[in-house]
């Protein structure tokens, strides 16, 4: 169907966001259109900030409005202690735990030979200045238990071991609120070889 040259460009622009097809596009087209102009020009500044104001934490590669990040500036943060993450959300969803107290590495994706990602891709080299800057107990691998996640896991374990850091990975297994008889092989094996003694 064809609609007005401003909503095809602007549906045309949404479909290149991720997770947004077609009809995703044109419902939150229209609904940009529904919208007062106050409300669209909010939007509006709102990506234009984003834009121009975010950049990359100097030290730990977080996206920030401020440099360095707040919790690479937050004195009460264990700074011996790294958890590398791929992306930024996997951050906010450790934080939501409360739990850890050290600082981040954000590495901005995963390897990915068929897709052309290799390290010099990715912010490994600033971790591994980081910890042969000296003072780093622990560094904690928090990438994805996926096949990309694993073999990116693998290559900072052949990196940093050289450099006599403590290396631990995140536990990957069963799921809180799930049952053992409807979990796969790969998730088992996992919650089997990540046990730990009580």
Known sequence: MDYADPIERLVTALKRLPGIGAKSAQRLA???L?????????????????????RFCSVCSHITDIDP?????DETRDRELICVVEEPNNLLAIEKTREYR???HVLHGSLSPL???GPEALQIE???TRVKAGGVREVILATNPTVEGEQTAAYLIRVLKPLGVTLSRIAIGIPVGSEIEYTDEVTMSKALEGRREI
């Open 30 to 32: 229209f609904a940009i």
């Open 34 to 54: 529904h919208q007062s102009r106050d409300e669209s020009l909010e939007l509006s500044a709102a990506i234009q900030d984003v834009k121009d104001k975010i």
């Open 69 to 73: 990040c707040r919790f690479c500036s």
């Open 102 to 104: 050290g600082v981040y």
């Open 115 to 117: 897709r052309g990602i």
């Open 126 to 128: 600033s971790l591994v």
